[in-house]
């Protein structure tokens, strides 16, 4: 924290930092990203914003067991085998298939790079090949993962820790680098830049939790909390185009805590089971591959079963043995630690009782389904001059770990050739001004202000998206009729919450910025599941007016582009292309 607030915009201090590439998010791919840039050219200067501090911030702070995607090339898989895979995970398409082959083509290398790097990856005991616990997932010892990247990021490229990205800079159409605010240093930042990557990971917290225990996000979520789709609000809000976001990552999840479910259904074949001990995905999902479904049923699955009455659901571990069980907690120790003391906590051994399954709540992750950016090849955005990568870049699901290191990597290579292009840059100030006015605006309130929190207003966010846009307590299921009311009230959200949040410090200040993001985001994804007028891909997008999939009319991407003077946000598709048989 600050020693001393600041009691007025003319004592907060700016600080501007001018760099050929800015990474906007030191996660996955933003580490990678910078990586990279050394790499193709060392005379480049690279900076990193970052929100948290690098060694442990995003997805991977908390460590994981496994890599979910690394072709076994020894067994002849081709990058083109991980996109077919991947196409099946999202029932057959739409997926870009242009950036998912880029993508896998450059995946392995990343992958190896990581091991080299210091992390332990678990071989097979012939030893000559990594342990596959899925047809593409391999194990891992991660709980380092997060600091081994950022190592490298840091050796890289120069990294501003806790500064919190508010809005990207622009030289008329194009991007110019991003600002924001130093969350201990209360300093105003500005960062030029001749080329900007977006990498601040998905949007966590759109979408009420079904808990709300007394934890720092005010809810369990399998996200990492703290990402709340900044990334894609700053540029939503100058009228870049975003593909996809109705297609929402739901999981099963360990219930009331949020725990994988894949560590112990594929890692141990532990099957899901209903109240009434029917292993249900076998019993009622076998055409669509049962217990190995596309993710997204297996997802939806528990949660129909709570539905018609057959909860609760679990995944039957009871088969395992105490060495086996042993493994399994060891895995959760590498990626959700307090998964081992929650069961503890609750005398719960998996050997004797199944572990209880739930769905999650949705979020929007471009890693893992297809929501974010339109980007080109080069992963530019629709907006010259600002690139995204991993969870931010749309079109391509199931990156997790490698394809967003890929990407990261991808993302750079593209700004690289647009820097030498397009050159310097040159600002306009008054915008700078005008967003750093906005960004302490709730802090100059005045403390006899009659103001709302930013928890109060993130509260009736969740709520109403949970309700009216398809959340947990809806089965995921949503129609024409409460979308229309969600983007109405969300209307009315984006007016109280510019006019009336407060915030105490910076780190309320903070919160507050994040509200705005998480608002703004909120309304293109309701956009989009209005858009597509079917149901696709059942609990990440359900149409309880549409329960139907419509090849005909909805084999394509639904796309949104907002109007930055007026607001109105324009939905429109483009086709899908299929380029690998
Ligand atoms: C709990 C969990 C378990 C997972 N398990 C696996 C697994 O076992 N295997 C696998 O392959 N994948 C797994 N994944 C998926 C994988 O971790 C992600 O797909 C991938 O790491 C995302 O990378 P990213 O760079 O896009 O985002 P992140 O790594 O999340 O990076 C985003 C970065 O942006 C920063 N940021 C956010 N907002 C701002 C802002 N306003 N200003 C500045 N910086 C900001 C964040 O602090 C963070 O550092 C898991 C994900 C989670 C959450």
């Known amino acids: 924290m600050a020693k001393e607030l600041p009691k007025s915009l003319d004592q907060v201090e700016t600080k501007t930092v001018e760099c050929d590439l800015l990474i906007v998010g030191g996660g996955n791919a933003g580490c990678f990203a910078a990586y990279e840039a050394k790499q193709v050219n060392p005379d480049l200067n690279v900076v990193i914003m970052e929100k948290a501090n690098i060694k442990r911030s ?45 993508n896998a083509q450059e995946l392995n290398q990343c992958v190896e790079e990581l091991e080299e790097w210091g992390l332990p990856i678990i071989y097979d005991e012939d030893e000559e090949h990594p342990h596959y616990r899925g047809s593409w997932d391999i194990s891992i010892h991660g709980e380092q993962l997060k600091p081994i990247m950022a190592e490298k990021a840091m050796d890289s490229a120069e990294v501003y820790n806790r500064i919190v990205a508010t809005a990207l800079i622009m030289d008329g159409e194009r991007c110019a680098g991003a600002m924001g605010f130093g969350v201990r240093d209360g300093k105003f930042y500005v960062f030029k830049a001749k080329a900007t990557i977006v990498s601040t990971g998905g949007a966590c917290g759109i979408y009420k939790s079904y808990t709300s225990d007394g934890t720092a996000s005010h809810h369990q979520t399998w996200m990492c909390p703290f990402n709340v789709g900044t990334g894609y609000a700053m540029g939503l809000r100058k009228g870049a185009e975003f593909t996809s976001m109705e297609q929402r990552w739901v999981a099963a999840r360990t219930k009331d805590y949020c725990g994988p479910v894949d560590t112990v259904s594929v890692g141990y074949k532990a099957k899901m089971m209903n109240a009434k001990g029917e292993y249900f995905l076998n019993e009622r999902y076998a055409h669509l591959g049962g217990d190995k479904a596309p993710r997204y049923i297996r997802a939806n699955a528990p949660m129909e079963e709570w539905r018609e009455g057959r909860g609760p659901t679990y995944v039957d571990s009871t088969h395992l043995d105490e060495e086996q069980c042993k493994n399994m907690l060891t895995d959760y120790l590498n990626e959700r630690p307090s998964f081992v003391l929650y ?239």
């Open 343 to 581: 069961l503890a906590a609750n005398g719960i051994d998996p050997t004797e009782q199944p572990v209880e399954v739930y769905g999650s709540d949705p979020y929007i992750v471009g890693g893992h389904t297809g929501s974010g950016y339109w980007v080109d090849m080069e992963r530019m955005t629709t907006v010259p001059g600002l690139f995204a990568a991993g969870e931010t870049a749309g079109g391509n699901p199931n990156k997790f770990v490698g394809g967003c290191a890929a990407e990261g990597k991808l993302a750079t290579r593209g700004a690289i050739k647009f820097i030498e292009a397009n050159g310097d840059v040159n600002i306009d100030e008054s915008q700078v001004e005008a967003e750093k006015a906005r960004v302490f605006k709730p802090l100059f309130r005045g403390k006899d202000f009659d103001g709302l929190t930013p928890e109060e207003i993130k509260e009736r966010l969740q709520r109403l998206m949970d309700e009216y846009a398809g959340g947990t307590s809806q089965f995921y299921r949503c129609n024409e009729e409460q979308l229309d009311y969600a983007l109405k009230h969300i209307k009315l959200l984006q007016e109280q919450s510019g006019e009336y949040i407060t915030a105490s410090d910076l780190h309320e200040l903070m919160h507050a910025h994040e509200v705005f993001d998480r608002i703004d985001v909120a309304e293109i994804v309701c956009h989009h599941l209005k858009g597509r007028k079917e149901t696709r891909w059942s609990g990440w997008q359900t149409r309880s007016d549409y329960p139907e999939r419509d090849d005909e009319n909805f084999n394509c991407f639904v796309e949104t582009r907002k109007n930055p003077e007026t607001g109105e946000i324009e939905v429109f598709t483009r086709p899908y292309e299929r380029i690998v048989d």
């Open 58 to 102: 995003g997805a991977c702070a908390a460590g994981m067991d496994a890599l979910n995607t690394y072709i076994p090339t020894w067994d002849g898989k081709t990058p083109e085998d991980l996109v077919r895979w991947s196409r099946e995970q999202v029932g057959g398409g739409p997926i870009r298939e242009d950036l998912a082959l880029s």
